[in-house]
């Protein structure tokens, strides 16, 4: 048997596969229940390796541990079915593994090696741009997709998503004008593709192009599924361009409209919850009492350790809420990760720690020291992951504790750094009036 893309599957039943091939064009497209179309099928074919094996690195690579359980139980399924499995299918299970155990360079790695073999492995291609992404890795995610997006044409099932994938690899390399053409071509392909919308949304965000940004969104949201996992997260970035345009007020309307109504069950749900709440708390904004649920919700992932950009997002939590306990065992946490030696540990070290340390120095006001914290995080931002414009809140809170600690020549050089990159954004010119009055 062969999936939609050609690729040699190990078992014998063809509705198995076709719902195999169903369940990851829902993911590629990040919408409806992917877990729940394999998990039908494994109900009638629980001999299927690779229908086991897709669920574990979903649940993998999900970035939570209360999807711990489900991954193990998974993978572990998957395991027992290896004899009857093919080069390919045993080499997407050793990379699920190697994520769930903490390897996530490995792991991407891994699917990277798969797509270079299989070219038409658009699971492989997938997987291994979340794991560049969770990493950090701006090139990879572009270059990882281009080694194999010549092999790809409109009549193979998936083109329009792989162009979507290299849209996004390109708008983190900074080739804004090459993302944007693609990112549109994919959505004209295939309407339903957020991810491929997402990367066009990135690149007016980061060009600081507000009213084309807010029209995208509003033009793309109809394609997304609303309960997917990638539609609270282009609102997201719907309300990054609000605060941009000075509409703090609109920027919350759309936080409890559609980031926070689903009940953020999810940790990328409640990072993007603390990264908005807390661009808005910063500037001085009220943001009611929407940071007690944030917080409830991050205190039960506590002691979980598996992400520093995870934790620190956490951090900002308690740290708003003048939670200082739980900061700090949120901190002891990240101390704890960092003494490991899996990716975690390296992300921890370099980056989750010090930005860890500066916003709950931020919520305690002590500016100067989350000044000296956030300047040290900075330089090494990528290895806790994400991309360029969830990293960007550190030089956000790097600026406003500048301008609090009264430190007129860091205040100088950050402003400068934002007049470059949004001089028209709301906040720039917000934050250059207050640095030109610390010299008054």
Avoid: C
Avoid at 15 to 34: C, I, K, Y
Avoid at 138 to 157: G, Y
Avoid at 333 to 354: H, I, Q, V
């Amino acid at each position: 048997m062969k999936d939609a893309q050609g690729n040699a599957v190990s078992h014998h039943a063809a509705d198995a596969v076709t719902a195999l091939d169903d369940a990851v064009g829902m993911l590629n497209a990040f919408r409806g229940d992917p877990v729940g179309m394999v998990a039908d099928a494994l109900k009638a074919h629980p001999d299927f390796a690779m229908g086991h094996i897709f669920l574990g690195a979903l649940f993998a690579t999900a970035m939570d541990k209360t999807f711990e359980p489900h991954t193990r139980r998974a993978l572990t399924a998957a395991e027992a079915l290896l004899g009857a499995a093919n080069e390919r299918e045993r080499s997407h299970y050793a990379a699920a593994k190697r994520w769930a155990d903490g390897d996530i360079a490995g792991a991407t790695e891994a699917w990277g090696r798969i797509a270079m073999d299989h070219p038409h492995d658009i699971l492989a291609i997938q997987f291994a741009q979340q794991g560049d992404f969770f990493q950090g890795q701006s090139l990879m995610l572009r270059d990882r997709v281009l080694r194999v997006a010549k092999q790809w044409n409109p009549s193979i099932r998936g083109h329009g998503f792989v162009l979507g994938m290299q849209a996004f690899g390109h708008e983190e390399a900074g080739e804004y004008g090459r993302a944007e053409a693609l990112g549109r071509e994919a959505v004209a392909i295939e309407p339903r593709d957020a991810w491929a919308a997402h990367a066009v949304a990135h690149v007016m965000e980061m060009e600081g192009r507000v009213p084309a940004g807010l029209k995208w969104i509003d033009e793309t949201s109809a394609g997304w599924d609303p309960e997917g996992l990638l539609a609270y997260h282009l609102w997201w970035h719907g309300a990054l361009m609000r605060i941009d345009h000075g509409e703090p007020d609109a920027a919350l309307e759309i936080y409890d409209r559609h980031i926070a109504a689903g009940g953020l069950g999810q940790a990328l749900e409640l990072v993007d919850a603390s990264a908005l709440l807390w661009r808005i708390w910063a500037l001085g904004h009220d943001v009611g009492a929407r940071w007690a649920n944030v917080a409830e919700k991050w205190a039960l992932r506590l002691q979980h350790g598996i992400s520093a950009f995870n934790d620190v997002h956490a951090v900002m939590a308690f740290a708003a809420l003048g939670m200082d306990a739980e900061a700090d065992s949120q901190i002891a946490t990240l101390e704890r990760a960092a003494a490991g030696e899996d990716t975690n540990a390296m992300m921890a070290r370099l980056a989750g720690l010090p930005s860890a340390r500066g916003f709950a120095a931020f919520g305690r006001g002590r500016y100067a020291e989350a000044l000296s914290h956030l300047l040290d995080a900075m330089p090494r931002a990528a290895a806790f992951g994400g991309s360029h414009a969830q990293r960007d809140i550190l030089s956000w809170t790097a600026l406003e504790a500048a301008i609090r600690a009264g430190d007129r020549h860091a205040a100088d050089a950050l402003v400068a750094e934002r007049i470059a990159r949004k001089a028209e954004a709301v906040p720039t010119r917000m934050w250059l009036r207050r640095t030109q009055a610390l010299a008054d």
